[in-house]
């Protein structure tokens, strides 16, 4: 690959990642300055923690956008799927974190977008 072209895909990586950050900026602020939002969800969210009953944009202020391109993202309408994969500080970043082979935490929601539950399986 040519260096006009690596540079060209950082820059469009780099573009895509920051554009998620905004969008999850956003939803937090909105979701956080709902004021009929519970106090057990504000905490949560507070605490970058999961609650089941929470929303799909409860759950993005909570742990942002869910990873695209992995394996278990799906959409459906019995209940969608979100996968993350949230490094700890001593955790190491392979590969299959990104691509989503089966490493991840699964998310589970109704077909109302509401969270049923997680599972790291």
Known sequence: MSKNRTIALVAVILLMSGCGAVKENRIRYEVLSDSSLPEEIRRAIDHKELVAGMTRQQVIASWGLPCKWCYRTQKSRGGDI????????????????????????????????????????
């Open 82 to 121: 979100w996968e993350y994969h949230i490094p700890g500080a001593d955790s190491i970043i392979v590969g299959s974190d990104f691509i989503g082979i089966g490493t991840g935490t699964y998310l589970y929601f109704d077909k109302d977008g509401i969270l049923k539950y997680w599972s790291n399986q």
